[in-house]
């Protein structure tokens, strides 16, 4: 039975394999992470590696997890330790990382979460939640005030089951406790995720008390961040193999790429690791990293993940080999994306859509086009809909644009183009099957999902949106994806 890797066999691992070069006995928790998934493993906790290699040791991450057990069980047994495999087409680097210490899970424990949350210690919280996790509306980027987990924390703030319940819970506690707030630092793919976050979060406590709130607003920083690394879910085939060269078992090992990129504002309330000699980028204004990160690839990555799996292509790098998609995203990324983004002096757009487009095809990371067309109802907005809204206002086309859009339409028809049942996961699904039942023309499918508050009111009431999107349908539901994007070639 091959040993697990953990504290005690760190150093049987072979000699080509990074380790902390750190004594994680001295490490101590100054950061706690909500959502300790595996894009925070392999993006924000490898930069905390590298901090803590080079020897600030107060930067220890205390992992949480919001819903499932799965990452704690799989990682606590190996005291925190996990593989971090780094692969493209000229082979794969390995190395592990000891950065989170801790590993909890709320529904289990919320009191040592919240103490976590309360220690001295924690100078800064990080999340990454997914998009749904922010309880807004995509559209206004408002707090969702129906959803269920912020009626719940309203009702029990002491018990709270949402990242922004636990949020408030914290700050409320640490002024209590007359300790300084911590920064609240979020890691997700959204606009202004910083100020979205503090919106939500601000609005949250205003619902309970409005002091608080006020207290927010002077005391707590929620500087925005662009975050980038393609992180696919783990196979068991990333277990076996990453466990074989390892020569210890390995419940979670973490596959990835090599580029890496971390944009933040430099607005921190109470200290931050030096992440600069990591290789972050501190900003004034992180929106227009931000903007030509969700433009640029987010919404290639989605346009690409619907039309790839409606053709049958399972991975990313599949459906970049068939015909017409390379030019169809260098069309979307350099025609109709990048008019639309504001001005990075010094900076080569055309450079950077040819460098996404060769993270793309990456043989090495097998990306799913099913994993990246999930929660498509809270990705589309700031990934393709405020930039078509762009290209509207500039009365430019947006073709292959509205052709992504159409494509998530197709998608969550639920059915692909063999009749087979496609497993549409999006916090919507179910409200969209109801809607969605029994219609099959594309004016009935998309007359009804133009109607979901994802489009707003203006792109409803768009007769050249309406129609393009919509004869865009028609076209995948006749001829199929394949052949529409072929078209491109
Ligand atoms: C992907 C992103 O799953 C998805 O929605 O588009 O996770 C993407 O891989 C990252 O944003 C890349 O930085």
Known sequence: MTARLDN??????PGTVARPAYDRAAVTPGIVHLGVGAFHRAHQAAYVEAVLNGGDTGWGIVGVSLRSPDTRDALAPQDGLYALSVRDAGGETLQVVGAITRLLVAPEEPAAVQDALADPRTRIVSLTITEKGYCHRPASGELDEENADILHDLAHPDSP?????YLVHAIRR?????????????????PNNGATLARVVRRFAELQDAELARYIDGAVAFPSTMVDRIVPATTDGDRAAVSERLGLQDAWPIATEPFTQWVVEDRFANGRPALETAGVTFVEDVEPFELMKLRLLNGSHSTLAYLGYLA???TVDAAMAAPGFEPLLKGLMEEEAAPTLPALPGFDLTAYAGELRQRFRNPALKHRTWQIAMDGTQKIPQRLLNTIRARIAAGAAYDRLALGVAAWMRYVMGRDEAGQPIDVRDPLAEEIARRLDGLASADEVAQVLLGLGIFGEDLPADPNFVQTVTAHLARLLDTGAGAVVARYA
């Open 174 to 190: 640490r002024r209590q406790a007359g300790l300084a707030p911590f920064t609240v630092l979020s890691c997700d793919n959204l």
């Open 8 to 13: 005690r066999t760190l150093h049987t691992l």
């Open 161 to 165: 089951r949402s990242a922004i319940g």
């Open 312 to 314: 049958g292509h399972q």
